[in-house]
Every structure is written in C-alpha cells, then in structure tokens.
C-alpha cells in the first residue's frame, strides 16, 4: 500500500543528497588542507597534529551546523506537534497544528501535522453528536417522565372517582409504552450502527414478509378510517426478513401516521432488474423540501411541536438497514398531496 509518505519521499532524497555534498565538501577540504601542509613540511608528526586540529574545526563546525538544523527542521515541528497533541489529550479538540508550508512542499511534519488535525476534526465531530445524541434522549425522555409524575400524583387522590382514576391510568401506560418503544429504537439503532448485528442473509419471501407487515397494520389502518391498496408480485430474493421487517414497518407506520382520514396507502411490489421494488405511497401531508433534507437524521422530526408520534428515529433506522443490506431509498413527495418512499433491493 502506497501511503502519503511514500509520495513525498523526493525531500527525504534532498536531504540526503545535501548530506552527501557536506561529506564530501568536509573530505575535500581536509585533502587540500592536507597537500598544503605537506608541501611546507616534512615533519609528519606536526602534520598529523595539524590535520587533527583541522579535523575538530570541521567536526565542529559542521556539529554545530547539525544542532542549528535540528532545532530549526526537527525540534520546533515537533514542539509544535506535541503541544497541539497535549491540548487535545485534555479535551481540547479545537486544537490545530498550523502548516506553514504549502502542500507541494510539504514535509514529513507536516504529513503528521495534517493527519492530526484530521483526527482533531474527526473528534470534534463526534464529541458534537454524542452531545446532541445526549440531548436529543435527555429531551425525548422528560415528556413521558413529566406526565408519568403528574398523573401518578394524580392517581394518588383519594377522592378520585372511578372514570377519572381509569383515564389517569391509560395516560400512564401510554407514556411507558413511548418510554419503552424509544428505549427499543435506541438500542436497536445502536446495535445497527456499531454493526453488533449481522444480518442472516437468505432465499426470503418478499410478499410474504412484505404482507406480514401490512397485516400487523391492518386495525390500525381500519381505525384511522383509511383504504388500502396492495399490488404486491410474488417475488424472492437474498436479504433478511428480520431486517426488512424494520424497513416496511416503519414506512408503512409513518404512511399511516402522516394521512388525515379517508385518505390512501399503497403498497406495491415488483421486480426491478435482478431484485425487486418496494412501493410505500400515501396521500398525506407530504414532505416540504426543508423538512426533506432531514428526515433520515436521528431524532428528526418535521412537526417541531412533536404533537404528532414518534421520537424521529424510525427513518434514521430504515437508512442504516438498508445501507447494510446494500439496497438504496428514494423519496418523492408534494406537499398537500402526499409522498412515496421507494426501496431498491438486489436479488
Ligand atoms: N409518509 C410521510 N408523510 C409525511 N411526512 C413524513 C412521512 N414519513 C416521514 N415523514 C417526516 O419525516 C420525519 C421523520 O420520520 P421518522 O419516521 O424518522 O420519525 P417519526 O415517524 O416522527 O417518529 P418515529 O419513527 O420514531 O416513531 C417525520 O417526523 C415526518 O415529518
Ligand atoms: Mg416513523
């Protein structure tokens, strides 16, 4: 493997080709000393003596050459090195080595330099999502927690009359079930991005599994007083039933969620080169294009009120699984008149 050292290993050969003239220079000088000496006498003990004497001038000098070059070529990068890499072993990773040469002239230090501000940004970026993550649960996690307190203190009343004590009830177990399904996105998404789970890749069903979901939705579709519509082609492929099973799920859920009733959802599927095309439409609300841009990010949600329900995560969800099972996720949607999500799978 080619690295970026290898690349700028020219200057590494100018260093050496400017050591080799100063040898030689040193020698030369030395032999000429030496013939100058040895034609004003022929006493080859002051000789010896002379050239020793000349032998530690130019040692000396050229010693003294060395130092100036070190402090000014190796110690001051490598001051300037360590005393970024100490700031950013502290937490600050703001901190920059800052490249004085331009990239054509760029040395080793300055290949370390550059890796390490990369580094640098690479931890800033992540310290920034791991406090928006943070944030992003601590917020997610006080609605539910607000109005479990409340209707617990509530409950609590003695006077409290049946009918009330039963709806006090029901608001609490739906502020859980929120608690328990955030918990169980969390983990999942995590699990999905730190790759702890392998998808079992096999010969899947896809009307089948496609169908399963539909079926777990049907009430609920019922409920909200909407039709749906299904065009779904037998079809197989290589993928995961468990993992297309959070993609539909999910699709299907937010179709639903996102259709004032007596509105449409349809499902649809068939084959699409050597895989196969998956087809969730609605005609909901829609998705404006600033909403758009966001609806994969974690804790998204385009309703900043957060009346509607959720925590933001499913799509965010959908994207990595699908990233994972290599496929690909298109959106097309117009405000007022609704939206499509289509998935591409390989076969
Ligand atoms: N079919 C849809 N119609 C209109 N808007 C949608 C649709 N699907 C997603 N969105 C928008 O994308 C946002 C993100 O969707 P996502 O599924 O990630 O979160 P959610 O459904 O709000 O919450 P969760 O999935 O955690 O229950 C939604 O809040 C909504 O604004
Ligand atoms: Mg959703």
């Given at each position: 493997?080619?690295?970026?050292?290898?690349?700028?290993?020219?200057?590494?050969?100018?260093?050496?080709?400017?050591?080799?003239?100063?040898?030689?220079?040193?020698?030369?000088?030395?032999?000429?000393?030496?013939?100058?000496?040895?034609?004003?006498?022929?006493?080859?003990?002051?000789?010896?003596?002379?050239?020793?004497?000349?032998?530690?001038?130019?040692?000396?000098?050229?010693?003294?050459?060395?130092?100036?070059?070190?402090?000014?070529?190796?110690?001051?990068?490598?001051?300037?090195?360590?005393?970024?890499?100490?700031?950013?072993?502290?937490?600050?990773?703001?901190?920059?080595?800052?490249i004085?040469?331009?990239?054509?002239?760029?040395?080793?230090?300055d290949l370390?330099a550059e890796d390490?501000n990369y580094?640098?940004?690479?931890?800033?970026?992540?310290?920034?999502?791991?406090?928006?993550?943070?944030?992003?649960?601590?917020?997610?996690?006080?609605?539910?927690?607000?109005?479990?307190?409340?209707?617990?203190?509530?409950?609590?009343?003695?006077?409290?009359?049946?009918?009330?004590?039963?709806?006090?009830?029901?608001?609490?177990?739906?502020?859980?079930?929120?608690?328990?399904?955030?918990?169980?996105?969390?983990?999942?998404?995590?699990?999905?991005?730190?790759?702890?789970?392998?998808?079992?890749?096999?010969?899947?069903?896809?009307?089948?599994?496609?169908?399963?979901?539909?079926?777990?939705?049907?009430?609920?579709?019922?409920?909200?007083?909407?039709?749906?519509?299904?065009?779904?082609?037998?079809?197989?492929?290589?993928?995961?039933?468990?993992?297309?099973?959070?993609?539909?799920?999910?699709?299907?859920?937010?179709?639903?969620?996102?259709?004032?009733?007596?509105?449409?959802?349809?499902?649809?599927?068939?084959?699409?080169?050597?895989?196969?095309?998956?087809?969730?439409?609605?005609?909901?609300?829609?998705?404006?294009?600033?909403?758009?841009?966001?609806?994969?990010?974690?804790?998204?949600?385009?309703?900043?009120?957060?009346?509607?329900?959720?925590?933001?995560?499913?799509?965010?969800?959908?994207?990595?699984?699908?990233?994972?099972?290599?496929?690909?996720?298109?959106?097309?949607?117009?405000?007022?008149?609704?939206?499509?999500?289509?998935?591409?799978?390989?076969?």
């Amino acid at each position: 493997m080619r690295t970026k050292l290898d690349k700028k290993s020219g200057f590494s050969y100018a260093g050496a080709i400017i050591f080799f003239v100063v040898i030689a220079l040193v020698i030369q000088t030395a032999l000429v000393v030496y013939e100058y000496i040895r034609e004003r006498t022929d006493d080859l003990g002051l000789v010896a003596l002379l050239m020793l004497g000349i032998i530690i001038i130019l040692s000396g000098l050229c010693t003294v050459a060395d130092v100036i070059r070190r402090k000014i070529m190796v110690d001051r990068p490598v001051a300037k090195i360590l005393s970024v890499t100490e700031k950013i072993a502290c937490g600050d990773f703001s901190a920059r080595v800052y490249i004085e040469h331009t990239y054509d002239k760029y040395d080793e230090f300055d290949l370390i330099a550059e890796d390490l501000n990369y580094m640098a940004e690479a931890l800033r970026k992540s310290e920034v999502l791991k406090s928006d993550f943070i944030s992003n649960v601590s917020h997610e996690l006080k609605t539910p927690l607000a109005v479990i307190e409340s209707y617990t203190k509530k409950l609590s009343d003695k006077k409290l009359d049946e009918e009330s004590r039963i709806k006090y009830i029901e608001t609490i177990r739906s502020a859980t079930s929120k608690l328990s399904k955030l918990v169980t996105n969390i983990l999942l998404l995590n699990k999905l991005e730190n790759q702890h789970l392998r998808p079992e890749i096999k010969r899947v069903d896809l009307c089948g599994v496609l169908s399963d979901s539909v079926l777990v939705f049907e009430s609920l579709i019922e409920e909200r007083g909407l039709t749906l519509e299904c065009d779904i082609d037998t079809l197989y492929i290589s993928s995961s039933p468990d993992y297309l099973e959070i993609v539909f799920n999910n699709l299907i859920s937010n179709a639903i969620k996102f259709t004032e009733p007596g509105g449409q959802v349809t499902v649809k599927l068939y084959p699409f080169g050597d895989g196969a095309a998956i087809e969730i439409s609605d005609t909901g609300c829609g998705i404006p294009e600033e909403v758009g841009m966001h609806i994969f990010d974690k804790f998204y949600q385009g309703d900043t009120s957060h009346s509607s329900e959720g925590n933001g995560l499913g799509l965010a969800m959908v994207k990595k699984v699908i990233d994972i099972l290599g496929g690909e996720i298109k959106v097309e949607s117009e405000t007022g008149v609704g939206s499509k999500f289509t998935i591409i799978l390989r076969g």
